[in-house]
């Protein structure tokens, strides 16, 4: 992959997030509620324009935070479709690994901001993910269609298991299908090691936290693991 297509990238991955930011705002909010409009601490209406949010994550009217740190958004998207560029997939299997790091992105933010993945984003990434690998079966490229499906069942059982057993939340079981998808379209060990890599970077964290003396008072979201995971093993492998 040549260094102008990851430049590109960059830059296509920061106006990915530039857009995403407003999607991140509304939809950073506790159950039961699933979206917001409005600054909470000036209730200035925020989406009333169809134009992205100040870059800046502060409302244009009293100046308070609203949601992720100035460009963090923007610089995490950009370096994830860097990532993606890198990593030399083309045609319709590349187009899945920018989607899924797209929506895989916001999805991490908005964990890390309330803990939860709304169905808002988890449905459109599943959908997204699978409709692009059938597109890229239907073109001949190199992967399982089959293999694709089978492993986004497996990989959601799992999940579905854990959080019948454990605390994980249904919105990383409804996430499930993308990251099986993905992975599972090249190989079944992508598919193992992809999901693996989430679970043990979300263990070496949860221990991080517990020497740092805040694992009792921290709860940990595990988004963010699952996509880092599930990239790193899509874009390094194949």
Partial sequence: MSAVSVALSVVVGALAGAVARPVVFARSVPAPASFRSRCPACAHHLLARPRPLPVSGRCPKCNERIGPAALSVELTMA???AA????????WFAAAQYWFAAC?????????AVQRLP?????????????????A???GEPGSLGRAAAAAAAVTATFLLLALLAEMGMGDVKFAPAIGALLGWSSWRNALWGTAAG?????VAAVALLVSGR????????????????????????
Avoid at 104 to 112: K, S, T
Avoid at 219 to 232: K, N, S, T
């Fill in 79 to 81: 370096a994830a479709f």
């Fill in 84 to 91: 993606v560029a890198a990593g030399g997939a083309t045609g």
């Fill in 104 to 112: 895989g992105i916001a999805l991490a933010v908005i964990d890390v």
């Fill in 119 to 135: 169905d808002a984003l988890t449905v459109p990434a599943c959908t997204g993910t699978l409709l692009l690998l059938t597109a």
């Fill in 137 to 139: 079966a239907v073109a």
């Fill in 199 to 203: 679970f043990l970077l979300g263990a």
């Fill in 215 to 238: 694992g009792r008072r921290t709860r940990l979201a595990f988004g963010p693991f699952m996509v880092i995971g599930a990239l790193a093993v899509t874009v390094t492998i194949g």
